[in-house]
């Protein structure tokens, strides 16, 4: 069964610095997706970022970009210039795509970091 | 609009009840999942359903029920049998297995 793993509780920042979100998972499996979420005090769950197993490329949107590394089989996010609307819990999370699979579709989450940024 | 909505925003249960939380999208996708969210905690899947009429057990599906009988709608059930049920649940769906989940507002269910 494929697990997530969130190792940072809290991680805190100052406004306008970087910050880097640390995930890691554990799967047999070759081709599947990996996710960052955002989920403010609001509780609503915001897509920040994917990426595709198949592709070296790390993804990026504006602020946000990822560091993937599939031996490795981490999943880092970094944040740069950070905002205070930034503030929330960040979630990773593993679908698995293996159409052949008994977990095909299934869409795992970490335990989550919980970002402050300090003004 | 298009979206996910989820009924209602509160519930109250008495123990020993069974409850059923809504779950509705009119996204057309063929994917749709529940996870249950503790205080501070992450997102625990408890159901996920590929396509309509199929559904697989996720992590913690011991004390719930599911059914998809519409591509739309995949409600909870929550049964006396769950222990430990207050929580904060949300309903997600996808188009494919490839495309990211759109996730509703989600349901606070207290026991009293």
């Known amino acids: 069964a494929q697990t997530v793993t969130q190792s940072q509780p809290e991680m805190s920042v100052q406004e306008a610095e970087t910050v880097t979100l640390s995930c890691t998972y554990d799967?047999?499996?070759?081709?599947?997706?990996l996710f960052w979420y955002k989920q403010p005090p609001s509780r609503q769950m915001i897509l920040v970022i994917r990426q595709e197993a198949y592709k070296q490329q790390n993804a990026t949107e504006n602020r946000f970009s990822v560091n993937f590394q599939k031996a490795a089989k981490s999943f880092s996010l970094k944040i740069s210039d950070s905002q205070l609307g930034d503030a929330a819990m960040y979630f990773c999370a593993y679908r698995s795509t293996n159409a052949g699979g008994t977990s095909y579709g299934k869409l795992t989450f970490g335990q989550g970091t919980i970002l402050t940024v300090h003004p | 609009d298009g979206g996910i909505t989820q009924s209602p925003k509160y519930l109250f249960r008495k123990e020993g009840q069974n409850v059923t939380l809504s779950c509705e999208q009119n996204?057309?996708?063929?994917?749709m999942y529940w996870y249950r969210q503790d205080p501070g905690q992450g997102l625990r899947l408890i159901y996920y359903?590929?396509?309509?009429?199929?559904?697989q057990k996720g992590d913690i599906a011991e004390g719930y029920s599911v059914s998809r009988e519409k591509k739309e709608s995949f409600p909870l059930t929550v049964t006396s049998a769950q222990k430990n049920p207050t929580a904060f649940y949300l309903c997600a769906s996808s188009q494919q297995a490839y495309t990211e989940a759109f996730f509703g507002q989600g349901t606070r269910l207290t026991v009293v």
């Open positions: 359903s590929q396509i309509v009429n199929d559904f």
């Open positions: 996204l057309n996708h063929d994917a």
């Open positions: 799967t047999s499996e070759s081709d599947y997706y």
